[in-house]
């Protein structure tokens, strides 16, 4: 692919990461975008309002499980690249129940790559030549750090959650439909996202919307586990960079070189809130948080090195964390309609994944 306009499927479109891409692309880039995606409780289409109405963009509500449909939506659509975000993606939901991690994040995948490989085929010259099927993945498929060293492009998978094993699953069939049949395949193996359009589920919407609830948040285990956070909007670019001028067969490490401590993250977010929202009393957000039972399996930590992308694609993160989750905590303090909607009948903020 280049930079030309062109036509590119996003699944996963209506999450949050996939809404902050297709909200880039149609707001930053010539190209066409149309989302498939099966609205589950992730999956609103409130986080693309400020785009829906853009003669580029066309969405068709579609389980990417379902192979016929998504024949139809290729042979009628004829996408010039495909990048693949949708699937079950909280560690702890996994924990509680993986069937739907399977189904969608494996068979889901594995429907996909049939899709357009057959699709692929049938293209000729510089659109075969130039046809990209873009696999977004995490970090957690390689494990977890002691204190040291970074997760590279070539360490070994070690995937210990349901969702992470889902997710590894994945990236091998993608690795195969590679190597077997030339499909232009890459991979993204990304840190934990943070942003605005977050589903309140993970960790920090939930420590925001529980403080301003005046409820207990909740930290799991000791608070020491260490996550490597990167802005959504520096995902988003860097995926739009690897689409259209990343190597196929390659794989890309995205990290936001910004490691934190879960409870820092957590007094960073009560302290904001307490220079945004004083409390009436004079009560610190702080005295809210509460050390609870430990995830089962919890990972320690996770540091990407970020060097491949960065030299081989020119990529490099742009939001600092202290701007950027300023920023985040600003767009939830001003978007509770949006949490409200999303969560309505079917989340409460209650403690997932105990097993
Ligand atoms: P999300 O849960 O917010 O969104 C997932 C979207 O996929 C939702 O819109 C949902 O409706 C849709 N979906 C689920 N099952 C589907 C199916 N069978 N058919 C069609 N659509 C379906 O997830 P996210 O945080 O935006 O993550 C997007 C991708 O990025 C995932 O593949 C995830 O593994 C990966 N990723 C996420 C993070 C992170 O920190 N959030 C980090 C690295 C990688
Ligand atoms: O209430 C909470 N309290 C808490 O201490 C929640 C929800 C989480 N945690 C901890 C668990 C983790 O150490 O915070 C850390 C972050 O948790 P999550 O937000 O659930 O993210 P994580 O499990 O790290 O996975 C995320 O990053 C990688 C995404 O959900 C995945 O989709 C992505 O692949």
Redesign the pocket.
């Known amino acids: 692919m280049d930079k030309s306009s062109k036509k590119i499927i996003v699944t996963g479109g209506a999450g949050f990461i996939g809404s902050a891409l297709i909200r880039m692309i149609i707001n930053e880039t010539e190209h066409e975008v149309l989302n498939i995606d099966k609205l589950t409780y992730a999956g609103h289409l409130e986080s693309l309002e400020s785009i829906s109405d853009s003669n580029r963009y066309q969405f068709e509500q579609v389980d990417i499980c379902d192979a016929e449909e998504i024949n139809r939506i290729f042979n009628e659509f004829h996408p010039d690249a495909i990048m693949h975000l949708a699937a079950e993606?909280?560690?702890?939901r996994s924990i509680d129940g993986s069937a739907e991690f399977i189904i969608t994040n494996v068979n889901g995948t594995h429907a996909l790559l049939e899709e357009a490989k057959q699709y692929w085929q049938s293209l000729e010259g510089d659109r075969k030549e130039s046809f990209r099927f873009l696999h977004v993945s995490?970090?957690?498929v390689y494990g977890e750090l002691g204190d040291e060293g970074f997760f590279t492009e070539e360490t070994p998978y070690d995937p210990r959650s349901p969702?992470s094993s889902s997710?590894a699953s994945s990236d091998h069939l993608v690795r195969a439909w590679h190597h077997t049949y030339g499909l232009p395949t890459m991979i993204t193996n990304c840190?934990?996202?943070y942003g605005p359009y977050q589903f309140p589920?993970?960790?920090?919407p939930?420590v925001i919307l529980k403080a301003l609830q005046g409820e207990d948040i909740?930290?799991?285990g000791t608070?020491e586990?260490v996550?490597d956070w990167l802005y959504v909007d520096d995902h988003a670019r860097a995926l739009l960079k690897v689409v259209e001028e990343g190597e196929p067969g390659e794989t890309y490490n995205i990290g936001g070189h910004n490691e934190k401590q879960?409870i820092e993250v957590v007094h960073t977010i009560c302290d904001t809130l307490n220079e945004l929202v004083p409390k009436e009393t004079g009560g610190n957000f702080r005295e809210l948080i509460s050390f609870v039972t430990d995830?089962p399996g919890?990972d320690f930590r996770?540091a990407i090195d970020a060097s491949k992308i960065e030299k081989e694609l020119g990529w490099t993160p742009e939001e600092t964390f202290d701007s950027g989750i300023k920023k985040t905590i600003q767009w939830y303090l001003e978007n509770i309609d949006w949490c409200e909607a999303v969560t309505e009948n079917n989340y409460d903020l209650e403690?997932l994944g105990t097993a």
């Open positions: 993606s909280h560690v702890d995490t970090d957690e969702y997710k840190s934990n996202n589920e993970k960790l920090i939930v909740p930290v799991y608070g586990n996550r879960n995830r919890h996770y403690r």
